[in-house]
């Protein structure tokens, strides 16, 4: 199914939050699908909340899922690995993630294995609400405010480590997809549907996508 086609930004009432740390960009996605008390709890119980969740310093999707589900938050995940890959720094982050994973159904969350396409995560976000989407943050360019052009160029053409990132995708307008990127103070960048898809597809991420 096509995408609508649309030359005004659909407004889903999102406030852009920008990431405190170099680990939280998935943290800030979830941040700003909250109510504004909503937030005010997370932020003033933030370490507590870390703490109890259990995922410390580095979040995966999963971790992302289990948050949204904490604060009521409709979602389903689309996902390659329902593991974790071979950036887990040890064993125990490993079994951490596969028993979030193992124990998603019991606890109320849907994910899917399988590859979202680009042109479906579009299909959603204008229909029904926003993405968060997992990128290479290296490979993603925004065509608002230039961030990463020249970076994002010399990626595709000599290749580089990857960059696990999380944004927030929330329109297609203008032939662009508009996104709220919390590694920037801009509030909306934009890129085009092919940048994105290349942002995200194997082998730089997992394709994993969390539809709210």
């Not at 740390?21 to 370490?47: H, P, T, Y």
């Not at 604060?71 to 071979?86: C, D, E, L, P, V």
């Not at 709220?180 to 940048?195: E, F, Y």
Request: aromatic share 8%.
């Amino acid at each position: 199914m096509k995408a609508r086609a649309s030359n005004s930004y659909v407004n889903h009432n999102i406030s852009h939050i920008r990431q405190r740390f170099n680990w939280d960009c998935g943290i800030a996605c979830v941040l700003m699908l909250l109510s504004e008390q909503q937030r005010k709890e997370f932020i003033e119980g933030f370490s507590r909340i870390c703490l109890e969740e259990g995922f410390g310093h580095a979040t995966w999707t999963i971790d992302l899922c289990y948050l949204l589900k904490r604060f009521g938050i409709k979602h389903r995940m689309y996902t390659t690995r329902q593991a974790a890959n071979n950036r887990a720094r040890s064993d125990e982050v490993a079994n951490r993630v596969r028993n979030r994973f193992r124990n998603a159904s019991h606890n109320g969350i849907t994910v899917v294995d399988g590859v979202l396409s680009t042109e479906q995560v579009i299909t959603h976000v204008v229909s029904t609400g926003p993405a968060i989407v997992l990128v290479d943050a290296a490979l993603l360019s925004c065509d608002l405010c230039k961030h990463n052009k020249l970076t994002s160029e010399f990626r595709r053409i000599f290749g580089g480590s990857y960059r696990g990132h999380y944004i927030l995708v929330v329109d297609w307008a203008g032939g662009r997809l508009r996104y709220h990127n919390p590694a920037r103070a801009h509030p909306l960048c934009a890129t085009t549907r092919k940048n994105l898809r290349v942002a995200r597809t194997p082998p730089h991420t997992d394709c994993d996508v969390i539809l709210v």
